[in-house]
Each structure stands twice: as C-alpha cells, then as structure tokens.
C-alpha cells in the first residue's frame, strides 16, 4: 500500500516562499511519476507540476507557476519537493501530492495518478 503525505503548508505573504514535501512509504518514491495538484476554493483541481520516474527526472510544470516554482526528489529520503517561489494570492489552495506511471501525454491528468495525499493548505495573503 503506497501512502503520500504532504508536509509544509502554510500562510506567506505576497513574494514569499514555501516548499511543500510528500514523503512516501510502501514504494520507492523513484519508482514513480510525482504530480503536484492544487485546489482553490469554488474551482476544480489543477495541474501544478509533476517530476517523471523516467527520462532523468524531467520536470513539467503549469504555464501559471512556470518559472516560479520547481520540484525536486531526496531519494534518500524517500521524498519530492515543490519549492515555491515569488508567490501570489492565486496559488492559494489546498496542495496535493499523487503518484503513478503516467504516460507523458497523461502527465497533466488527475486520473492518471492511483496514489494521492491528504492535501495541505497553502495560503498567499498579506
């Protein structure tokens, strides 16, 4: 049974920074494609980034945090970073960790993810 669970939410100003962790057990986190989700309030879950299992780890993020945010893997650890930066009141939302073997074209996909975290709360207000 493979469990994710998000850490390091929390409120920050305008321009601030955060990095959220999803730490995995039951499955080598390296063994998986890590999708970053998040959910505002009133709207449907998005597409925030995700760090494949294969092709060197590539990256793939949303137009709307591209540039600003980056995700990263502490194999030892067993855990995937989201390091935010230069943050905005509209990332504010409930941030998701999901894992999977998504094929590329699915990548951006909620379906294509089994495993799912119990989500933490990131809000951007000054």
């Known amino acids: 049974q493979v469990q994710l669970v998000e850490s390091g939410g929390g409120l920050v100003q305008p321009g601030g920074s955060l990095t959220l962790s999803c730490a995995a057990s039951g499955r080598t986190i390296s063994q998986l494609t890590v999708g970053w989700f998040r959910q505002a309030p009133g709207k449907e879950r998005e597409f925030v980034g995700a760090?494949?299992?294969?092709?060197?780890?590539?990256?793939h993020f949303a137009e709307s945090v591209k540039g600003r945010f980056t995700i990263s893997r502490d194999n030892a650890k067993n855990t995937v970073y989201l390091q935010m930066s230069n943050l905005k009141p509209e990332d504010t939302a409930l941030y998701y960790c999901?894992?999977?073997?998504?094929?590329?074209?699915?990548?951006?996909?909620?379906?294509?993810?089994?495993?799912w975290g119990q989500g933490t709360q990131v809000t951007v207000s000054s």
């Open positions: 760090i494949r299992r294969l092709g060197g780890n590539t990256v």
């Open positions: 999901s894992g999977g073997q998504p094929i590329l074209s699915s990548i951006r996909t909620e379906s294509a993810y089994p495993y």
